[in-house]
């Protein structure tokens, strides 16, 4: 793909300095050859999204929660996202602050390639709360959990209109391929490739029954509601923490939008996951150079 940047939008952690350090940095790196860049707090719902028509790239200096954050404020824009890893172990970015500095120019240039990512939308109805959306949209999961530690919530999941059970848990995750590598993972879901447009249904330590996570087609909807009194809490992308009460209902399927994430390195996919889960921390070689601790005779065993 072409390399034709003529605006640039730079997203940062603002919680993180380092990070708002290299977001200045990039915008001085970017200047002689961008005629526009702009950056702005990945968490101000204004001067995130005042800027993003006509950008042409959007460099998310943080982690995942920056990326997952860019992703839903650009729809409808087509805008591709490129995350850059301040140190935590992340999915979604591609690069380092140091990789970044020394493979800018061929970015610039066009050399790599773009990655689409299913989204889901999220329609929420019977919700109190002045702030919740009636439609989101999100490139991970979406989570109905427990409200209070040592209450499991009872969940009503339908499928197609269709009652699939009641499922009496911490939680019930509905994810996309990328959020498979999220909570939903921790859950015991099963791990999607990338390009797959399923859904991840994942009941999360499901109480007094058998519930394994189910895989759904790409045109499905899913349908959460409460099967009991009491309260519950919706987080949309880690997002919200919205309350939700028995009128409340929460309805999941495909978006007609994608996350189009910026890809330079040639990584496999499964390769790039075992690294990052440290699959293969058992095959790391021994440093031969390396000398074995001193042993004390008087030490007890």
């Given amino acids: 793909m072409a390399g034709d940047f003529r ?10 300095e380092p990070a708002l350090a290299f977001a200045a940095e990039l915008r001085d790196l970017l200047a002689p050859t961008v005629p526009a860049v702009w950056i702005a707090s990945a968490w101000d719902p204004v001067a995130s999204t005042r800027d993003l028509p006509g950008t042409d790239l959007l460099v998310c200096v943080g982690g995942d929660g920056t990326v997952l954050r860019a992703a839903r404020a650009v729809v409808p824009h087509p805008i591709p996202i490129l995350g850059v890893d301040m140190g935590r172990v992340a999915f979604l970015t591609e690069f380092t602050p140091d990789e970044l500095r020394k493979n800018l120019h061929q970015v ?17 109805t019977g919700f109190s709360i002045p702030d919740a959306p009636g439609l989101a949209h999100a490139l991970n999961d979406v989570i109905v959990g427990r409200s ?14 269709a009652l699939v059970g009641g499922f009496r848990a911490d939680a019930v995750v509905v994810a996309t391929a990328t959020g498979s590598t999220g909570y939903s993972l921790s859950g015991g879901g099963p791990i999607l490739h990338p390009s797959a447009r399923n859904l991840v249904v994942t009941p999360v330590a499901a109480h007094l029954a058998v519930s394994g996570p189910l895989v759904l087609p790409e045109n499905a909807t899913v349908r959460l509601s409460l099967a009991s009194d009491g309260n519950a809490s919706l987080s949309v992308d880690g997002q919200g923490d919205y309350c939700m009460t028995p009128e409340c209902v929460v309805e999941v399927g495909r978006s007609s939008h994608v996350a189009r994430l910026l890809r330079f390195w040639p990584r496999p996919f499964y ?3 075992g690294d990052r889960l440290s699959w293969f921390e058992h095959r790391r070689p021994i440093d031969p150079t390396a000398t074995a601790p001193e042993i004390d005779p008087q030490r007890p065993a």
């Fill in 108 to 124: 610039l240039a066009g050399h790599f390639r773009i990655e689409e990512r299913a989204m889901i939308d999220v329609r929420l």
């Fill in 7 to 16: 605006k640039v939008g730079i997203y940062h952690r603002p919680t993180f």
């Fill in 271 to 273: 390769a790039h996951l």
């Fill in 148 to 161: 209070s530690v040592g209450r499991p919530v009872m969940v009503d999941v339908e499928v197609d209109g």
